[in-house]
């Protein structure tokens, strides 16, 4: 079912009513007049009614990529009909979800709580349009909490035109992070137009999953207050090494190879980098490209590193002014989030991975011989140990050092205020559905959870967990504690599941990890040597370095 609203500055908009939501899909937020450019803030939809009943364009990216992403999760959901292909420069949009009230209509006036998401995949893949992204379940379930939040899912750019750059580039007037800018200008459109679809633009919680995770941390370096509070689930924030220029440059000399412009002159070649066709953006740069966000002293000002983060002594380093405006943070990590790996190049040192585990290891701490041994002994790792034993291992290494010790150092570093509070939890929950990891709390699994897209395909205790994490997302959305913030040393934290043992969610004051679901193992480890060593332990391994 359409229907026809009037925002008051962008005029009619057709949108599409279901379940008690409505939806608008496709919304451009800004404008670019190449696939380099700088994003332009949409003001004005012109006359006439503006159709937004279906998705916009999603960003460059290979195609298929939606089938990838359900291998992760290990199930599969139907897509949306009428799905637009790929474009460079009409991407920029967004999709808004807002509850109807009792009357069955939008309410202008009800200023009510919203959300805005970024996607994952790693800076290359994904959009908003993907099923599980859906905000209409968790928005009908805030309208049942009595606590009504309104959904936002945007695009970015991805790939080239998302997080290419050189001095090439920057030289013809090419920012670095495009990617990053659109986010920033989505927030200011939201901000601007939100209070026009009943929202209230001075309480956006912006949230994130992985690579969109790492997008929104880096919000936080802003020193402009750009939202309300922010959510961070299953994003390795300290596992993406912002790129120095040296590789942003021989990634740039990668690409040009690949499209065959080295013998061109920069002129030529910028020229052609906007006006190669768009498949070729995909379909001819060489795999495992360095195509992830750059260091620009602007939307990345530096690296975080583990003593940055868990100060609350802000570090010129890699600033964070957002500790200071930003009124709540929370991060969650999954058990097994560097399940996501596996995929993204780790089935590739099959067989014998537990003999290349150790000689790497050893390796980077050859000046730590005994930490060398001990992680491997707490890892139960040996060079006869069988790759199925092995992967798992080093998987739960990775997850532990790249995902769960960054929330930790986090919590530490962040003012932990009534004005500045955090909170912190642990997603526990297996995937129910047959596959690789099946049982274990992969990589995407939450979000699978948190928008209650796949609550049809769950047994009742799955279900209870879906919705509990909905139920304190929507809390924390709407300003409330969904539990008590961190306080002092001690790290209480939230955990959701495993129903198979019984646990739908709990409180741990202590966050004491045996009682959380995780190992103190690579807490020892970072107390010998420094939790960053110990991330280049799994780093070296995971990218030759």
């Known amino acids: 079912m359409t229907t026809i609203f009037k925002h008051a500055d962008l005029g009619k908009i057709k949108g599409n009513i279901k379940d008690g939501v409505a939806q608008f899909l ?37 195609i298929g990529a939606i089938d990838n992403e359900f291998g992760f999760i290990q199930k599969s959901l139907p897509l949306p009909p009428d799905l637009p292909y790929h474009s460079d420069i009409e991407s920029l949009n967004l999709n808004i979800t807002i509850p109807m009230n009792k009357e069955g209509s939008i309410d202008v006036t009800a200023s009510l709580p919203v959300y805005v998401f970024v996607h994952g995949g790693g800076f290359a893949v994904g959009s908003s349009w993907y099923p599980h992204y859906d905000p209409a379940p968790l928005v009908k379930l805030s309208v ?52 026009g679809f009943g929202g209230n633009p001075d309480e956006i919680t912006a949230s994130g999953e992985s690579a969109g995770a790492f997008a929104v941390i880096m919000l936080l370096t802003s020193k ?3 939202m309300k509070r922010c959510l961070i689930t299953g994003g390795a924030v300290l596992l993406f090494k912002p790129l120095p220029e040296a590789v942003t440059e021989a990634t740039y000399q990668k690409v040009i190879d690949a499209l065959g412009l080295a013998e061109k002159t920069p002129e030529e070649r910028i020229k052609a980098l906007l006006s190669v066709p768009v498949d070729d953006l995909w379909q001819k740069i060489p795999p495992g490209t360095l195509l992830t966000p750059s260091i620009d002293n602007e939307t ?12 609350q002594f802000d570090d010129p380093a890699f600033p964070m002014p957002g500790r200071k405006w930003c009124s709540a943070v929370m991060i969650g990590d999954s058990k097994l989030d560097c399940s996501i790996l596996y995929y993204l190049g780790m089935s590739e040192m099959l067989p014998n991975i537990a003999p290349k585990f150790i000689e790497s290891v050893k390796k980077t701490l050859a000046a730590h011989p005994e930490v060398a041994l001990n992680l491997l002994s707490f890892y139960n790792i040996a060079p006869s140990t069988d790759d199925d034993e092995a992967l798992l291992s080093i998987l739960r290494f990775g997850s532990e050092i790249s995902f769960y010790a960054p929330s930790l150092a986090f919590a530490k570093g962040w003012p932990k205020t009534k004005e500045n509070k955090f909170f912190i939890y642990h997603f526990n929950e297996g995937i129910p559905w047959e596959g690789k990891f099946k049982g274990e709390a992969g990589h995407i699994l939450d979000v699978a959870y948190l928008f209650q897209n796949y609550n049809e395909h769950m047994n009742e205790e799955q279900k209870k967990v879906a919705r509990a994490y909905g139920e304190d997302f929507i809390e924390f959305v709407n300003g409330n504690d969904p539990w008590p913030p961190v306080e002092g040393e001690l790290v209480g934290a939230r955990v959701y599941g495993p129903s198979s043992e019984g646990v739908t ?22 107390e010998q040597i420094g939790f960053d060593l110990v991330l280049d332990v799994f780093q070296n391994f995971m990218f030759g370095k």
Do not use: C, M
């Open 300 to 311: 990345v000002p530096g690296i975080a590193t583990f003593p940055i983060v868990s100060s």
């Open 26 to 62: 496709g919304l451009k937020y800004a404008s670019l007049q190449n696939r380099f450019a700088a994003p332009s803030l949409v003001t004005n939809y012109g006359s006439g009614t503006v159709d937004a009943s279906k998705f916009g364009p999603p960003p460059v990216s290979p």
């Open 144 to 195: 049942e909490k009595g606590q009504p939040a309104i959904g936002i899912t945007i695009n970015y750019r991805l790939g080239v035109p998302g997080f290419l750059t050189s001095k090439e580039l920057r030289s013809a007037g090419y920012k670095a992070n495009n990617g990053f800018h659109d986010v920033r200008i989505a927030l200011e459109w939201i901000r601007k137009f939100v209070g």
């Open 224 to 226: 402009e207050p750009l």
């Open 505 to 526: 969610t709990k409180y741990v004051a202590s966050g004491n990890p045996a009682e959380v679901g995780r190992e103190d193992r690579v807490l020892k480890l970072g």
